[in-house]
């Protein structure tokens, strides 16, 4: 069965740092997204991506992010400079429609930023 | 807006009792509804979804929720537990406008004991 990969699995990194996130969507999918979790806090939408553009983007995605497909298959979440509060684990989910369709999530990413 | 709230942060059950989860939502529209399910060190794993079909959906593992709307509920049950079934288990809506973004509950831990 297809799935969502991501990597790495874990990223420890110094605060001011960049770090680049990588998602793997499923192959026929056109919809990203990326979601991301604070610890001990609900999962919250960051951006979606349809075409080669954003398509959507929540308050937090602020000018720090930046989300890329630089290939037919990987698709990126940037934090251009790391702050302790990005610390979370992010998650890329891929769907082929929008509308009642389902999101395949992979298995996330753990940032610590120290 | 829509928005999901489930109501239990924790829920301990024993071996072969039965499972209730309960989701309650708020939604302008008819609401698409899923439960994920997230195991550790996993990702976040399709259980069942709701669009507007019939209103008792089965999902995978003997999972199934019934979608109430004079109740505004949508809650996950299992007849009998089995202790593979430990895990955090999220309610989401689907927004009903601009990308179709997901919205989370804060999430369920589930705990079965032997």
């Known amino acids: 069965e297809p799935e969502v990969t991501q990597t790495p699995s874990h990223q420890v990194t110094q605060m001011g740092q960049e770090v680049i996130l990588r998602c793997v969507p499923i192959?026929?999918?056109?919809?990203f997204y990326w979601y991301r979790q604070i610890l001990g806090q609900k999962v919250e939408f960051l951006v979606s991506f349809y075409n080669n553009e954003i398509s959507e983007k929540s308050e937090i995605f602020d000018d720090q992010f930046s989300v890329e497909r630089p290939d037919g298959s990987n698709f990126t979440l940037k934090i251009r400079s790391t702050k302790l509060e990005d610390s979370a684990m992010y998650f890329c989910a891929s769907s082929d429609s929008w509308v009642q369709e389902t999101q395949y999530f992979g298995p996330g990413t753990r940032l610590l930023v120290l | 807006a829509q928005s999901v709230t489930q109501l239990d942060s924790h829920v301990s059950v024993s071996e072969g009792t039965p499972v209730l989860l309960r989701c309650n939502y708020s939604?302008?529209?008819?609401?698409?509804l899923f439960w994920y399910v997230q195991h550790p060190n996993k990702g976040l794993q399709l259980l069942l979804k709701y669009t507007s079909a019939a209103t008792l959906v089965k999902g995978i593992n003997g999972f199934e929720a019934e979608f109430k709307k004079s109740e505004t509920s949508f809650h996950l049950t299992k007849p009998s537990a089995h202790m593979s079934d430990a895990a955090e288990y999220f309610c989401?809506?689907?927004?009903?406008?601009?990308?179709?973004?997901?919205?989370f509950g804060t999430g369920t831990r589930l705990k079965v004991l032997a």
């Open positions: 989401v809506v689907s927004s009903t406008s601009g990308t179709y973004k997901y919205i």
């Open positions: 192959s026929n999918h056109l919809y």
């Open positions: 939604s302008s529209y008819s609401p698409s």
